[in-house]
């Protein structure tokens, strides 16, 4: 009976490889992308620019393989709002440790071929110096006196040896588009669900389900999501509930290995969320005032809930420059349209789901120029379909991570297009400008443009077409 069921599980096994392969060989078997992978002109690149960014723009293949190097670094898009630490590489080799006891060789594969993908990865990352976010390529380059940076680089430039001649060879086969990373990511997912499935047939049917469910998961986000961090959450969550599930599992009392595993494991576990919860306290950065890092509460938050500040208090606190007089403005005029480039202004405006046009990658704004492309002109334009209004992020360039970069060259376009425009007036702004020629006699005044104050960048601008 027995080997009758192992019978059937074998062929149900190799009917599902058959389907799943064949269906791979299909996408393998497509006309190449990668012949027919033509450079995106600058109109079509909003989202490239906006969702690629989180994944970086290696060839394809390189992009998935370097996802857990990149999510735990921050190699693409930095901020407090992608960082979720080392917990996914630090994670990741635990899996490979499932069983490594009673099968040693498929442990030791299996750990190979992750520390093969992790050389993969770092190649294609960045590092934090005290000179900021610098590529490892660049990094390997340049000389520098501290010792840990000396240490870095050395190491850095014997794995080379290693990762170049792989970047090479992936990248005879592999480019924007290609058609042999999805065959192989299909195939890496069906290895591992019944890899996977065997190491974990003692278990109960609750925790298999839990960790098929991860698996699958797992699969989707780095399938979907272009390395979207938020997307990934459950992941992190689910993975923790089943260390702390295995730490705590009954075993005989004699199993000393297994005690000192769970032990360990909850020290590090307990000293990670510690450190964690300190970090996020003390080293959250931010646009208006870096000394508000320090503090763990937000203090225009706490005088507004407390009573002690109104809203335009609170708003000017954070946006001074005239910004609450002009969005009261547009709030007057009910059926003037808004053009948005970035900006947390709509929240502010009436019917902003009715009113405002969102453009933040300048993909509109670049139609409208290339068929318009006297200022003056595209003013009109604006104002003759109901736009009165324009609102813009002055950082809104900064988030360009495109090699091309497509939205930088958009966004100065459209600086152009707004510097000395009859047709445009200034209404707010919190950049602030020295309107004086001596430098002994400053003359400070809030303007888009013009001699910049340090530390005065700002961060938007509003404007009225007249």
């Not at 924007?176 to 890496?188: E, G, K, S």
């Not at 609750?206 to 698996?215: A, C, D, H, M, V």
């Not at 999501?225 to 992941?235: D, E, H, L, Q």
């Not at 009436?350 to 290339?370: A, H, M, P, S, T």
Request: net charge positive.
């Amino acid at each position: 009976m027995d080997n009758r069921k192992i019978s059937n599980s074998n062929k149900s096994f190799l009917k599902v490889a058959i389907l799943l392969i064949a269906i791979a060989g299909v996408f393998f078997l497509l006309p190449s992308m990668a012949a027919k992978d033509k450079k995106e002109t600058i109109g079509q690149s909003s989202v490239r620019e906006e969702i690629q960014r989180y994944m970086g723009y290696e060839p394809l293949l390189q992009r998935y393989l370097s996802l857990p190097y990149d999510t735990s670094i921050n190699s693409n898009v930095s901020g407090a709002f992608v960082d979720i630490s080392f917990l996914v590489l630090a994670l990741l080799p635990i899996l490979f440790l499932f069983g490594f006891r009673t099968k040693p060789l498929l442990g030791i594969s299996t750990m190979f071929l992750f520390a093969l993908v992790f050389l993969i990865s770092i190649s294609n990352g960045s590092l934090f110096t005290q000179m900021g976010t610098v590529g490892i390529e660049q990094f390997k380059t340049l000389e520098s006196n501290l010792k840990q940076e000396s240490i870095i680089s050395k190491a850095y430039q014997n794995i080379a040896f290693i990762t170049q001649p792989l970047n090479r060879l992936i990248g005879n086969f592999s480019s924007n588009q290609d058609h042999v990373t999805y065959p192989i990511m299909i195939l890496l997912f069906i290895s591992g669900f019944f890899v996977l499935r065997n190491r974990i047939s003692d278990l109960s049917i609750k925790t298999k389900s839990l960790i098929l469910f991860t698996f699958f998961f797992s699969f989707l986000w780095v399938l979907l999501t272009a390395g979207i961090v938020w997307y990934g959450y459950p992941i992190i969550a689910i993975s923790i509930l089943l260390i702390f599930s295995g730490l705590f599992k009954k075993r005989p009392e004699t199993d000393l290995f297994q005690k000192s595993a769970s032990a360990l494991g909850l020290g590090v576990l307990g000293v990670f969320i510690f450190v964690s919860t300190i970090y996020r306290f003390s080293n959250y950065q931010t646009y208006t005032n870096p000394q508000l890092s320090k503090l763990m509460f937000d203090l225009g938050e706490i005088n507004y809930q407390s009573g002690k500040s109104n809203t335009k208090q609170v708003f000017d606190g954070f946006f001074p420059g005239g910004g609450w007089e002009a969005i009261q403005q547009i709030n007057q005029e009910e059926k003037s349209l808004v053009y948005r480039v970035g900006t947390v202004f709509p929240y502010f405006i009436e019917k902003n789901d009715e009113r405002v046009l969102l453009d933040n990658q300048l993909g509109i704004f670049y139609q409208l120029n290339k068929r318009y492309p006297k200022k003056e002109l595209l003013a009109s334009v604006l104002k003759a379909n109901g736009y009165k209004y324009i609102l813009v992020d002055l950082n809104t360039h900064t988030i360009d991570k495109t090699p091309e970069r497509t939205l930088e060259n958009k966004f100065k376009d459209f600086m152009n297009f707004c510097i000395q425009n009859q047709n445009l007036k200034l209404l707010a702004t919190n950049r602030m400008i020295d309107a004086s020629n001596d430098p002994q006699k400053p003359q400070y005044a809030y303007r888009v443009y013009g001699n910049i104050v340090p530390n005065k960048q700002g961060t938007y601008a509003i404007y009225e077409i007249i």
